[in-house]
């Protein structure tokens, strides 16, 4: 079974509205002293489950990966090599923002064996980047991303829409303008509010009003046209590629393959194994120092909830999930997976597809993903 890694970088360069502030950059940082640890604690996630496969993909995620010393990237990808080997075509994505001060560190990025950048552009409108508290404009943005294109095998851009009061038409000319770039992937986002966060104080004191579901959803369906008509089709409920593009890593989460997490707050799934690290960069150092790794929790999945999870994740895809395959997996009945006479309705209404053992959810259905989960998958499944 294909497996991938997952790097964890806590820093960012400052508060943004919609993170939880909880791990922004420190005035010192000792890179030495976070090399030895992310590096001890990928040799005890190996040691915890070695296995034959290869990695096929690793992941630069968190604060600002991007601004990671290349140095210690290199030195983690080498480590990890010698680890677990690598697989010929070895996806190595790194996350950034469409900084300058970030971009100029790209090219000894590209050097160090990062292959594929997914840029936080998130609008192409300067007053939606500072409503969204970026620290980038536009023009800046831009110039990453070219730069990024002539350095790296492969691009992907975020973008948020269904911001407040925004239009059908404001959309279409920003998503044509960022379809205009060429990028070979597109994570295109509504925007939501999260708890404890900047954007939800501000609905609270009136400040904004999100906008409406029905606004909403035709934003949503216009960005699948328009992605469709342009060669990058969605491939899941957020994600868009041109075939053959999609993003290796994070279909490894959306088919519920093993994944490997290390550094601050990473979460894997190896073995049937969730893990948990330290979030806080003080308490993993501290927790890698006392038992040579920074994992806070290690739980052991059961069969049932493995399935659930999997079919919570797996049905976020246009390709959807193979029940027969599922109940093989995991041993559990192919009719307790989902809710038959749900689904038939589902079905019937055009917002679920079914062909053989396969089904999953319709583009109509998309935008009402969380609550046809709730519909589909049984509650005595995920209560397990």
């Given at each position: ?11 960012c360069?400052a508060?943004c509205?919609?993170?939880?502030f909880?791990?922004h950059?420190r005035?010192?940082t000792?890179?030495g ?5 992310l590096l ?7 040691a ?6 290869n990695?096929?993909s ?16 290199a030195?983690?990808?080498s480590e990890a090599?010698?680890?677990?080997g690598f ?7 790194l996350e950034?923002?469409?900084s300058?001060v970030?971009?100029?560190?790209f090219?000894d990025?590209?050097s ?7 840029l936080?552009v998130q609008s192409?409108r300067?007053?939606?980047?500072r409503f969204?508290?970026r ?5 800046e943005?831009?110039?990453a ?5 002539d ?10 829409y269904?911001?407040p009061?925004q239009?059908e038409?404001?959309?279409?000319q ?5 379809l205009?770039l060429g990028t ?6 509504q925007?939501?509010?999260e708890?404890?966060?900047r954007?939800?104080?501000?609905v609270r004191?009136?400040v904004?009003d ?6 909403a959803?035709d ?6 046209e ?5 060669g990058l089709p ?5 994600n868009?590629?041109r075939p ?7 279909l490894?989460y959306?088919?519920?393959?093993d994944y490997?997490?290390?550094?601050p707050?990473a979460h894997?799934r190896r ?10 960069p ?9 038992q040579?790794d920074g994992i806070a929790e290690?739980r052991v999945?059961?069969l049932r909830?493995?399935a ?12 959807g999930?193979?029940?027969?395959a599922?109940a093989?997996?995991f ?9 038959s006479?749900?689904l ?5 209404l055009?917002l679920a597809?079914?062909d053989?053992e396969?089904?999953?959810?319709t ?5 009402l993903?969380?609550?046809l989960?709730?519909?589909l998958?049984p509650?005595e499944?995920v209560?397990?």
């Amino acid at each position: 079974m294909a497996r991938s890694l997952y790097i964890h970088w806590p820093f960012c360069l400052a508060k943004c509205p919609y993170c939880d502030f909880n791990s922004h950059v420190r005035e010192r940082t000792d890179m030495g002293a976070w090399e030895a640890a992310l590096l001890a604690d990928m040799r005890a996630e190996h040691a915890a489950n070695k296995g034959e496969e290869n990695l096929v993909s690793i992941f630069f995620g968190g604060g600002t990966p991007s601004l990671m010393p290349p140095a210690l990237v290199a030195s983690l990808l080498s480590e990890a090599e010698r680890l677990w080997g690598f697989s010929d075509d070895i996806e190595i994505t790194l996350e950034g923002n469409p900084s300058s001060v970030e971009a100029a560190n790209f090219a000894d990025l590209a050097s160090a064996g990062i292959n594929r950048v997914s840029l936080g552009v998130q609008s192409l409108r300067d007053e939606a980047l500072r409503f969204l508290g970026r620290l980038h404009g536009v023009d800046e943005a831009l110039r990453a991303v070219e730069l990024a294109q002539d350095l790296f095998d492969r691009v992907s851009i975020d973008l948020i829409y269904a911001r407040p009061d925004q239009t059908e038409d404001e959309w279409r000319q920003e998503l044509a303008q960022a379809l205009a770039l060429g990028t070979s992937h597109m994570s295109l986002y509504q925007l939501t509010i999260e708890p404890t966060t900047r954007f939800a104080t501000d609905v609270r004191r009136g400040v904004f009003d999100p906008l409406a579901d029905d606004p909403a959803a035709d934003l949503f369906a216009l960005t699948r046209e328009m992605t469709a008509a342009a060669g990058l089709p969605a491939y899941e409920i957020s994600n868009h590629a041109r075939p053959g593009e999609e993003s290796r890593h994070n279909l490894t989460y959306w088919r519920y393959r093993d994944y490997h997490g290390i550094g601050p707050g990473a979460h894997g799934r190896r073995g049937g194994v969730a893990t948990t690290r330290h979030k806080k960069p003080e308490n993993f150092l501290a927790a890698v120092e006392a038992q040579g790794d920074g994992i806070a929790e290690h739980r052991v999945l059961g069969l049932r909830e493995q399935a659930s999870e999997a079919l919570l994740m797996g049905l976020r895809l246009e390709e959807g999930v193979d029940l027969g395959a599922m109940a093989q997996r995991f041993g559990v009945p192919q009719v307790g997976l989902v809710d038959s006479s749900k689904l038939a309705l589902y079905r019937d209404l055009g917002l679920a597809w079914a062909d053989g053992e396969r089904i999953g959810v319709t583009g109509a259905g998309m935008p009402l993903l969380d609550a046809l989960l709730g519909e589909l998958v049984p509650a005595e499944l995920v209560s397990q």
